[in-house]
């Protein structure tokens, strides 16, 4: 709920909004919105026509909900990744590298794919770089599948039923059914394997890292040549790596509660700004 200046401020009354949309589990109606910030349904009518044109909001293909455009996304990713808690995340990072001996890796969701927002080499010569940034797929990497499968399930069902599953080894999970068994043991155990399902002879495995709050944010993993790391070993550092997980969880600030995956959808009638600027 947007406070009192937020209110009153009009730059602070669109930021109310944004955060709002950007913090909640699944794209919100216009009814949402207005419940979320306090404002009248007009007011934030108004608003969301702005921000969609910037680029900052962008709607579902039918048309009544909204999420997080481009633009805020890029914002978004920006800031974790050169934010003032960079220098602490990273420091973490170093510290795992040096207790596992091999490269770790800290990574979001981001659509349909994962994003590394900090990645740690080992001191080894043979190893595979990735900068931060860098994009890998969600059904072949051990962060992708287990971020996916820690999802709300109306989210997960949409990216999943929306999601290509090209084959990238021999040992890459390609058909729904696989995939939907892998995601289900991934959210019992919170613990995601890749086992050279992306990259023939690399083997990773990945827990997440929740807020203090428990809001599920990121995944931190280690990565290996399989010669030099079996998936076995890998999995032995599953309790170094909570430990890591736990660490850097507590570097995310607070951010606003999403709904609840359980609650009851709204049902107004109300919909999201078209963009001939008429409600829909």
Known sequence: MATKRDRTSPLLRAFALLE?????????????????????????????AMLEEAG???????????????????????????????????????????????????????GGEVVYLDRVESAWPLRVTLQPGSRVPLHCSASGKLLLALLPPPRRKRIVDALPLPRFTDHTIVDSPRLAAELARVRRERIATDNEEYLAGLVCVAVPVATPQGRVVASVAVQAPVARMPLAAALSHVPVL???????????????????????????????????????
């Open 20 to 48: 709002r949309i950007a913090a909640a589990a699944e794209p919100v109606t216009l009814h949402d919105a207005s419940t979320g910030v306090g404002l009248p349904k007009p007011t934030v009518y108004r608003m969301l």
């Open 56 to 110: 900052l909001v962008a709607r579902e293909p039918e048309g009544r909900r909204i999420g997080p455009g481009p633009r805020l996304t890029r914002l978004a990713l920006d800031t974790l990744r050169n934010g003032t808690a960079r220098g602490p995340r990273r420091a973490i990072l170093q510290q795992l590298v040096a207790a596992v001996g091999e490269t770790c890796n800290l990574t979001i969701l981001e």
């Open 242 to 280: 909570r430990r890591a997980a736990a660490a850097l969880g507590a570097t995310f600030a607070q951010a606003p509660a999403a709904p609840s995956s359980t609650s009851r959808r709204p049902t107004a009638r109300t919909r999201a700004p078209a963009r001939n600027g008429r409600a829909r």
